[in-house]
């Protein structure tokens, strides 16, 4: 069973997803957690490069190889062995987010996008994609309250520095390939209290929970 979460920025997916980790866990259903970008070794050191506030002479089109280099890598690594031992899978983004932040945000071509995810996914894609849809005000406090918090030395990260519009372009562009693959996705909303949202999320998975694919 292969899961991923999605969202903007500051949508709460890193939480869920470790809260699904916990009660995975509870019942003893062996799972992998990983997440795009850096799920891998090579992986961490791309995250690292596109990340960096400092990388703002970054190219969208090298942007956009990297995220599918580090999904290939991913793939290769992580992602197949996990689901060819049948264990329950949950990334923490994966190739949707390129066609939204790529695609979408950054204006580049939505045809070759997606010739690229399927040749760095190798056609494997999540049987359910969980969207977590918050408006970007919502979103993007969140994630600067967050970064005051834990402080990443008090900076934001390329993406977060990224004006209104481009949130906007991003969340809308996940809302349109969501309602395009309706049997994939489903739409959740991250306005919700951490703990109702989680409970949303286990009634969601529980149908799926003897699955072994
Ligand atoms: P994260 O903070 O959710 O781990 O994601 C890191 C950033 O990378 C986030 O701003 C979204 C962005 N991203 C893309 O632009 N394209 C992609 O394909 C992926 C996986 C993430």
Known sequence: MFISFEGIEGCGKTTQVELLTKYLSHLGIPHVVTREPGGTHLGKLIRQMLLDPSHNEMEPLTELFLYAADRAQHIAQVIRPALESHQWLI????ADATTVYQGYGRD?????IQRL???ATQGIWPRLSLLLDCPVEVGLDRARQRIMET??????????QQDLAFHQRVREGYLKIAAQNPHRFV???AT??????????????????????
Not at 91 to 94: E, K, L, V, W
Not at 151 to 160: I, K, N, Y
């Open 187 to 189: 739409v959740l909303d």
């Open 192 to 213: 919700l209290e951490v703990e109702q949202l989680h409970q949303e999320i286990v009634a969601l998975l529980n149908p799926y929970l003897t699955d072994t694919d």
């Open 151 to 160: 402080s990443l030395e008090g900076r934001e990260d390329r993406f977060e």
């Open 108 to 112: 580049q071509d939505l045809a070759f």
């Open 91 to 94: 990334c923490d983004r994966f």
């Open 117 to 119: 995810n399927e040749m």
